[in-house]
């Protein structure tokens, strides 16, 4: 299963987030695995970052996110890819996509005409 864990963290924790990184890469269970990761630097907080993950199982991604504690915040996301998910919308589909239809048109066509404002021309 892959997942997307978003983190940000200041100045202040910098250099206890890079050595709990380092030693994260040491201490990964089986079944974990950093796809790739990516991180950038932001005003307030200064880091923001990226990492996409591979687990079997929901224990390993908790093991992760404790193993950083309050150094970060940190929020996972369950993912999948694009080919993937358009496999899936397909074979759970028959026939072709619908087109989404947008809240607007979704509470225009609920409201009865007897309760529709005239147009002003």
């Known amino acids: 299963m892959l997942f997307v864990a978003e983190y940000e963290f200041g100045w202040e ?5 890079v050595a709990k990184r380092l030693e994260w890469g040491h201490a990964q269970p089986d079944g974990f695995r950093v796809v790739g990761e990516y991180i950038w630097q932001e005003r ?23 193993h950083y504690g309050p150094t970060l915040k940190m929020m996972i996301h ?3 890819d694009v080919q993937s998910g358009i496999a899936l919308l397909h074979d759970s589909q028959s026939g072709t996509p619908r087109a989404r239809r947008g809240a607007s048109a979704a509470r225009r066509d609920a409201v009865s005409p007897s309760t529709r404002r005239p147009r002003r021309r």
């Open 13 to 17: 924790a910098l250099s206890t987030v």
């Open 78 to 80: 369950p993912a999948t």
């Open 44 to 66: 307030e907080p200064a880091f923001r970052g990226i990492a996409v993950i591979e687990a079997r199982e929901v224990e390993v991604l908790n093991a992760f996110a404790l």
